[in-house]
C-alpha cells in the first residue's frame, strides 16, 4: 500500500445500540499508513466527515497498483488537516487480498 492509492469504505456494523446502519459507499486516498500502529491515515474525496461515525465498523478496500486488499476496522479520528478532510482508519484483522477485483470494487 502506497499514498495516492484508492480506498473505499463502507458500514458492515453499529457498535451504538439505535444507530442506523449507513449504506453509503465512501472514497477516499491513502495519505500514509503506519504497520506499527496498525492504522491508515486517508483522505475523503466524498461525503462529510461527520457522515463517518465513530461507533461503527467498516470495511476498508484499498487498491494498490498490483492487487486489491480488504480489511475491517475503526474510525478513530477525522479532522480537517492541511491535507484535506482527513480520517484515520485503525485496522481490526489485518489484509486480505481480493480475487477479481474488478469485480469487487464498490464505485
Do not use: P, W
Request: hydrophobic letters at 35%; glycine letters at 8%.
Amino acid at each position: 500500500m502506497r499514498k495516492g492509492d484508492v480506498a473505499v469504505l463502507h458500514m458492515i456494523k453499529t457498535l451504538r445500540v439505535g444507530t442506523v446502519l449507513d449504506e453509503s459507499v465512501y472514497s477516499g486516498v491513502v495519505l500514509q499508513y503506519d504497520n506499527r500502529k496498525e492504522c491508515i491515515y486517508l483522505r475523503l474525496e466524498t461525503g462529510k466527515l461527520t457522515d463517518l461515525s465513530l461507533d461503527a465498523i467498516y470495511e476498508c478496500k484499498i487498491r494498490t497498483e498490483k492487487e486489491e486488499l480488504s480489511c475491517t476496522g475503526r474510525i478513530r479520528e477525522r479532522y480537517q488537516g492541511a491535507s484535506g478532510k482527513t480520517f484515520i482508519f485503525e485496522i481490526e484483522n489485518g489484509f486480505y487480498k481480493i480475487k477479481n477485483s474488478a469485480k469487487n470494487m464498490r464505485s
